[in-house]
T-cell receptor, first 110, second 114 residues
Framework: RKEVEQDPGPFNVPEGATVAFNCTYS??????FFWYRQDCRKEPKLLMS???SGNEDGRFTAQLNRASQYISLLIRDSKLSDSATYLC???????????FGQGTTLQVKP | GAGVSQSPSNKVTEKGKDVELRCDPI?????LYWYRQSLGQGLEFLIY????????KSGLPSDRFSAERTGGSVSTLTIQRTQQEDSAVYLC????????????FGPGTRLTVT
């Protein structure tokens, strides 16, 4: 089992839709998680950190379910500019490094 | 302040040649990470440094790959006898320390092996 797993998508949604991505992780001792956004041919950039049960920032909400070992990212009122790949990140079970998921691709259509 | 920089931005090399990729982390960041991203794929961890030491080299694909970091700053990733499957974007990231910190990425080096 991969340490961090995501549905690669793509998710194709119309503008204004609400979309949610899930990510599962294997290290039950993990305390903190991240969602990164990566635009085409660009480097990843931090979108949100998730340290407890969840975090909200405008249209974006990240939630953590420790019992089931997954985190989710909810995007409300999708914009065309939200089109990107969203990477889930969790600490490795063995070392201090962070493990990136494969990424989920979102395409928001007019 | 200045972000993470990488050079070259693009590198085309012939199969069998050696290449060196450079990463300049954010000043003061003690941890430095190297990743590889093939087209349409996720980030593949290669190696990370805490200071000049590499506690985890588990992601290096083969003994053709090596990396070093000097002075707790600049890092060089070397690929010897390049193969076509080495073609990818090589990304470097730095953080203030290891663990749960935001990783700041450089723009990457796009390596093409012909």
């Amino acid at each position: 089992r991969k340490e961090v797993e995501q549905d690669p998508g793509p998710f194709n949604v119309p503008e204004g839709a609400t979309v949610a991505f899930n990510c599962t992780y294997s290290n039950s001792a993990s305390q903190s998680f991240f969602w990164y956004r990566q635009d085409c041919r660009k480097e990843p950039k931090l979108l949100m950190s998730v340290y407890s049960s969840g975090n909200e920032d405008g249209r974006f909400t990240a939630q953590l379910n420790r019992a089931s070992q997954y985190i989710s990212l909810l995007i409300r009122d999708s914009k065309l500019s939200d089109s990107a790949t969203y990477l889930c990140v969790a600490p490795s079970s063995n070392t201090g490094k962070l493990i990136f998921g494969q990424g989920t691709t979102l395409q928001v259509k007019p | 302040g200045a972000g993470v920089s990488q050079s070259p931005s693009n590198k085309v090399t012939e199969k069998g040649k050696d290449v060196e990729l450079r990463c300049d982390p954010i000043s003061g960041h003690t941890a430095l990470y190297w990743y590889r991203q093939s087209l349409g794929q996720g980030l593949e961890f290669l190696i990370y440094f805490q200071g000049n030491s590499a506690p985890d080299k588990s992601g290096l694909p083969s003994d053709r790959f090596s990396a070093e970091r000097t002075g707790g700053s600049v890092s060089t990733l070397t690929i010897q006898r390049t193969q076509q499957e080495d073609s990818a974007v090589y990304l470097c990231a730095s953080t203030p320390g290891t663990g749960a910190y935001e990783q700041y990425f450089g723009p990457g080096t796009r390596l093409t092996v012909t």
